[in-house]
């Protein structure tokens, strides 16, 4: 008789949202003992949601909203959670992963999982570490400092450590300076100034969230956010900083110097200039990498099938075949957590099925274009898709001159504008035969949820566009827009749809809160809460009295 193999032994480093998801959907093969599950995370503390991080910095959410996963749970399912300590080393023709504390863990499958740090800038008095081929800190602690700590006074805002410092500046009421106008940024500094905080944004650019917004809506943004008691600094490229002493002798932030001369004063700097994925255990250990750790469409390394990234470490791009180019490919991680997400979901019951032999998953479902929205109390923003063409671009109008070249009819693209900046007011339309390929809208959330379902959808817009701007008019009515069909995704990060939240709701959650633990709607990003109370409210009003 012979013996049965051993459970299948699947090492996962990073114990971030995204690989508390791919845990959680991992259980039931654990539970049945077909496969051994460890995870190696370097903060000591339980898996936590990053991306509501902002909201918790400012006093906005206590620190038990931010928790996504149940460790108790895990560890009774047979899960061995290995906190406070990292991976130094990924020993692979071995099959094993090499601790900071010495241990050594076997593996069949190795899932990355490493998540990605704040980009810290080049700037005189800024200490700034080149990772590269550097080997990982051997102290969990340090894993993004490298011995090179920030001043006092500088911080990015990341894990814990990092809001505790945001958040004393805030109870403190002090003057917070921001460098970089993208999501994180604007959405930090307008929830400070909400909070009592002095809040000041530096940008170089000319308008905040330039990779997101055109020129009309990112004016209306920067506009909306002075009322709402931000200040900003445009077109500034931040160079070097100045300090003061403590009364212990230590230097501390005063002031950042831009290359124009401008010295702008502060308590507390704060550096949102993007993240970077966290390669360099990838690229130690022979992974192809490039802005991240490089993965084919079933997220399993260029050249080790027994390796797998997800999240914001993993950039999905087709490997080349002999004869290719040799050159990176183009994109990256997608930095959001919807993604990520759905990475986790889909590699888990890819696992399940393999080891259990029951058939393969379907294919892993890539979304091209992702909803961008800032949260932020009384200022609307969702963008998706291609916004850069403008109404009085030549290419809007003909199809370009390689086309022409091919014999092919490309349709031009048609773009609707309109603006109210007394108001806040911003709504841009790019459309290809009456499709939307994107849009850019600012203070006009029902007119954004229409147009996020027809971007969904692939409808056609209505002939004439400015119907649409009737949404949050005066006399708007619920019944004349498709926000509220069943099959209108309400959470993008969950992919919950109207109808999803309808029927939990008729099951007795009838909060935003009961919904949340329910089908996890609101449990990523948050941008969707309103959304999920505007539609609890309608379903609500549709119920027939009670006799």
Request: aromatic share 4%; hydrophobic share 45%.
């Amino acid at each position: 008789m012979s013996e049965r193999p051993h459970p299948e032994r699947i090492v996962l480093v990073g114990y971030g949202p995204v690989g508390a998801r791919f845990v959680e959907e991992l259980l039931p093969l654990v539970r049945q003992g077909a496969a051994t599950l460890t995870v190696v995370g370097a903060e000591s503390a339980d898996a936590y949601n990053r991306v509501l991080i902002a909201e918790y910095a400012v006093g906005h959410i206590a620190r038990d909203s931010l928790e996504i996963t149940d460790t108790l749970t895990a560890r009774e399912a047979g899960v061995h959670l290995r906190r406070g300590v990292s991976v130094t080393a990924i020993l692979r023709s071995r099959r094993v992963v090499s601790l900071s504390d010495g241990t050594l863990l076997p593996y069949d499958r190795l899932v990355l999982a490493t998540g990605a740090r704040a980009n810290i800038p080049t700037l005189d008095g800024v200490t700034r570490v080149r990772r590269g081929r550097m080997m990982p800190a051997a102290d969990a602690a340090t894993l993004d400092t490298s011995g090179a700590s920030l001043p006092r006074g500088v911080t990015v805002l990341r894990d814990l450590d990092d809001a505790e410092r945001v958040l004393a500046a805030v109870t403190a009421g002090s003057r917070i300076v921001v460098l970089g106008a993208g999501v994180l940024g604007m959405e930090i500094a307008l929830a400070a100034a909400s909070a009592g905080a002095q809040a000041c944004v530096v940008y170089h650019g000319e308008i905040p969230m330039a990779r997101n917004l055109d020129r009309g809506g990112g004016s209306v943004l920067a506009q909306s956010a002075r009322r709402a008691g931000v200040t900003m600094v445009n077109h500034s490229r931040a160079e070097s900083l100045i300090f003061h002493q403590d009364d212990d002798g230590v230097d501390r932030f005063d002031a950042l110097i831009c290359a124009d001369g401008k010295q702008i004063h502060g308590d507390l700097l704060l550096l949102s200039c993007g993240v970077g994925a966290r390669t360099e255990l990838a690229q130690l250990a022979g992974l192809p990498v490039s802005t991240g750790i490089l993965v084919d469409d079933n997220l399993q390394s260029w050249n080790d099938p027994q390796i797998y990234a997800i999240g914001d470490c993993a950039h999905v791009a087709a490997a080349p075949q002999a004869g290719d180019s040799t050159a990176l490919p183009a994109g990256g991680p997608s930095g959001l957590i919807g993604p990520g997400w759905r990475q986790a979901d889909w590699l888990a019951a890819r696992f399940a099925a393999e080891v259990l032999g029951r058939g393969q998953t379907p294919d892993l479902a890539v979304s091209a274009s992702a909803v961008v929205m800032l949260k932020a109390d009384g200022i609307d923003v969702v963008s998706v898709g291609n916004t850069a063409a403008d109404p009085w671009d030549r290419t809007v109008d003909e199809p370009a001159a390689d086309d022409h070249a091919a014999g092919c009819a490309v349709a031009p693209l048609r773009v609707a504008q309109w603006a109210d900046p007394e108001h806040g007011r911003y709504v841009k339309m790019v459309t290809r035969k009456g499709i939307l390929e994107g849009f850019v809208c600012v203070g006009m959330p029902r007119t954004a949820a229409e147009l996020t379902l027809l971007f969904e959808r692939g409808s056609e817009l209505p002939a004439d566009r400015s119907v649409l701007l009737r949404y949050d008019g005066p006399d708007y009515e619920p019944s004349a827009g498709s926000a509220f069909a069943l099959d209108a995704t309400v959470c993008w990060c969950n992919g919950v749809t109207v109808g999803a939240i309808a029927e939990s709701a008729a099951a007795g959650n009838t909060t935003v809160a009961c919904i949340g633990a329910a089908t996890r709607a609101g449990t990523g990003c948050g941008g969707c809460r309103v959304r999920i109370g505007d539609v609890l409210e309608r379903f609500r009003a549709a119920e027939p009295a009670a006799g």
